[in-house]
Antibody, heavy 116, light 110 residues
Framework: EVQLVESGGGLVQPGGSLRLSCAASGFTLSSNTVRWVRQAPGKGLEWVSTFSGSGNTHYADSVKGRFTISRDNSKNTLSLQMNSLRAEDTAVYYC??????????WGQGTLVTVSS | QSALTQPRSVSGSPGQSVTISCTGTSSDVGGYNYVSWYQQHPGRAPKIMLYDVSKRPSGVPDRFSGSKSGNTASLTISGLQAEDEADYYCCSYAGTYTWVFGGGTKLTVL
């Protein structure tokens, strides 16, 4: 069964950093595209970043220059390093496989709260 | 990119049909046949319902169907059931490896 499990969320002060992890099982990250999508409390979904199977990375304008996506093939995990965090980055962050031009399946999400 | 436009809420009685619209631009919905739809129950992660405008993943009932005309995509749910009550989000590829979601529609089954 294909499964994604996120971890690393928590409370961080504005300007701080946090690193999220996504552990994949049932498939190999190195040959699949995986993306991060976030959802602010009570709000809609927002695509954040993509790590393609070929190793290319892409970012939404809202996080470009502050977030870095990476992959550890030996651990079959994906990470999202988030720096210079802002209040508007507060959200549940989902790790999602991208088998095509869609998102499936989704992890359970991890909550990031940016507040002083 | 600006979010795709969805109605904030729709409702219907059990057995009826409802349609949720998703309006974008020629740079996203109108430019690609890569619209997908997601169902999200409260406190749960989203679940794929349709992809590539009208294709249903395995396990999704054929009561869910999709279409697209110009810059607007639509999700139709026929034979409404109580468990269909949820938030629904559309999503479109927007070129240069970017994606844009709709603001979400709350479906209430009366």
């Amino acid at each position: 069964e294909v499964q994604l499990v996120e971890s690393g969320g928590g409370l961080v002060q504005p300007g701080g950093s946090l690193r999220l992890s996504c552990a994949a099982s049932g498939f190999t990250l190195s040959s699949n595209t995986v993306r991060w999508v976030r959802q602010a409390p009570g709000k809609g979904l927002e695509w954040v970043s993509t790590f393609s199977g070929s190793g290319n990375t892409h970012y939404a304008d809202s996080v470009k220059g502050r977030f870095t996506i990476s992959r550890d093939n030996s651990k079959n995990t994906l990470s999202l390093q988030m720096n210079s965090l802002r209040a508007e980055d507060t959200a549940v962050y989902y790790c999602v496989r991208g088998p095509g031009y869609w998102f499936d399946p989704w992890g359970q999400g991890t909550l990031v709260t940016v507040s002083s | 990119q600006s979010a795709l436009t969805q109605p904030r809420s729709v409702s219907g009685s059990p057995g009826q049909s409802v349609t949720i619209s998703c309006t974008g631009t020629s740079s996203d919905v109108g430019g690609y046949n890569y619209v997908s739809w997601y169902q999200q129950h409260p406190g749960r992660a989203p679940k794929i319902m349709l992809y590539d405008v009208s294709k249903r993943p395995s396990g999704v009932p054929d009561r869910f169907s999709g279409s697209k005309s110009g810059n607007t995509a639509s999700l139709t749910i026929s034979g409404l059931q109580a468990e269909d009550e949820a938030d629904y989000y559309c999503c479109s590829y927007a070129g240069t490896y970017t994606w844009v979601f709709g603001g979400g529609t709350k479906l209430t089954v009366l």
